[in-house]
């Protein structure tokens, strides 16, 4: 497979300023969010990036890029019309060719060298097909992800056969219809926000987009469980860190995993004790 081009969503409605935002990454230095993205996705061996985007929000995020401008190709999504609708928006992008895909509100930090995306783009390369990055989450998270169920493929450590996608299934659908042999109880393989698709994934949303009554109902996760019917479709583990930006304190809690696994660890360690130490005093002196 020859995995040349990647493909960022961050159209969504009250999330399209998320990538633009900046924090301090490992390396100590001052970043956009978006670059941070950029930066694995260049490490992953892809040469041209799109990002879909709201009509207007071009010129900004060309600046948080920088240096990385150049690498960069808008893809309008005109309405909000859904995740599924974002990505069937850069079809003529894509054409007929294999892609790396991110979620633009979802940080996810390695915990070791290769990134979430060069592994995801490696394991697609081997074994010829889509790939998904996943991670064990326990049944509590399921209203935030994706969901599969599979098999384990046996001879490959943390490679999953893909049988059926569910969107942000409940307690009760993930039990009847994604249980994973070998997983631990109540916890299911849930998707990290990192994959590389085929182009068949263009048809099945275009046949998905025509059929609904409502086409922001269609999503990502809708096409997948087609997809898995059609062609091999695979699932790697990984063992990283995954943060939604948009949550309460996502940024904060993004932002404190980056300091504590960087080359600022030991400074803001000792910040953040110090600021315990001064609360722990105050609650003292109050009572």
């Not at 007929?96 to 060069?118: K, Y």
Request: hydrophobic share 40%; charged share 25%; net charge neutral.
């Amino acid at each position: 497979m020859n995995i040349k081009k990647a493909l960022i969503t961050s159209a969504g409605k009250d999330r399209q300023n998320l990538p633009l935002q900046k924090l301090i990454d490992r390396d100590g230095n001052e970043k956009s969010i978006l670059n941070i993205f950029i930066e694995d996705i260049l490490k992953a061996g892809i040469e041209e990036i799109g990002i879909v985007v709201r009509p207007g929000d071009e010129k900004a995020y060309s600046s948080v890029a920088g240096n990385f401008s150049n690498k960069l190709e808008f893809v309008k999504q005109k309405e909000p019309l859904g995740y599924g609708h974002a990505i069937y928006c850069a079809k003529d992008f894509i054409g007929n060719t294999p892609f790396l895909h991110l979620v633009g509100d979802h940080l996810n930090i390695s915990r070791v060298n290769e990134g979430c995306a060069a592994k995801v783009v490696r394991i697609a390369k081997s074994e010829k097909c889509s790939v998904s990055a996943v991670q064990p989450t326990n049944e509590s998270l399921l209203p935030y992800f994706g969901a599969i169920g599979g098999k384990r493929i046996q001879g490959k450590q943390g490679l999953y056969k893909i049988e059926k996608v569910i969107e942000k299934p409940t307690p009760t659908e993930a039990e009847q219809d994604l249980i994973v042999p070998g997983l631990r109880a109540s916890n299911y393989l849930c998707f990290f926000g990192t994959h590389v698709l085929t182009s068949t994934v263009f048809s099945i949303l275009e046949n998905l987009l025509n059929k609904s009554k409502n086409l922001t109902s269609v999503t990502l996760s809708d096409a997948l469980n087609e997809l898995c019917k059609h062609e091999q479709y695979l699932a790697i583990e990984d063992n990283g860190w995954r943060y939604n930006l948009g949550e309460k304190y996502g940024y904060l809690t993004a932002q404190l995993a980056l300091a504590l696994n960087g080359v600022d660890r030991d400074v803001v360690l000792s910040n953040l004790l110090e600021i315990l130490a001064m609360q722990k005093l105050g609650e003292n002196n109050n009572r």
